[in-house]
């Protein structure tokens, strides 16, 4: 499916080299996937998550998944926690949040906007 305007939102990238995957012809993306919740998670919607970003990254395509902290010391492996061999073309920035709900919701929004690039190769606009 070709939808006008996709690539205004994403960057193309060259295929990675050693994924064994044949992107011939294909174009693969930067992809920057915000998730306001501590991670990893043992609910659906955690395991959907990663499991998409997972996916995503499996087919050759640049994944940053932009996540609360865990709140387990020490931290859980996202890859051991759910059960998903490690990819080189994923991966997980944890953000540290604390304080009440709203002050870490606006805290998780600033970080996200200001996080150098985000795994994108792009200047932050902060």
Known sequence: ?????LKACVSGIPAAA????DT??????????LADIRFPLERAN????FET???LASRGHRVTLLVRDDTRR???DPFEFYGLPAIATLRVERLPMAGPYALRRIAYMV???CTPGAGTGREASC
């Open 24 to 33: 011939s012809g294909t174009d693969l993306l930067d992809v920057l996937y």
């Open 53 to 55: 970003c997972h996916a």
């Open 1 to 5: 499916m070709n939808r006008p305007g």
């Open 74 to 76: 020490p931290r859980r």
């Open 111 to 113: 970080a996200a906007v």
């Open 18 to 21: 050693g994924t064994g995957l």
């Open 46 to 49: 955690g395991i959907q998550i």
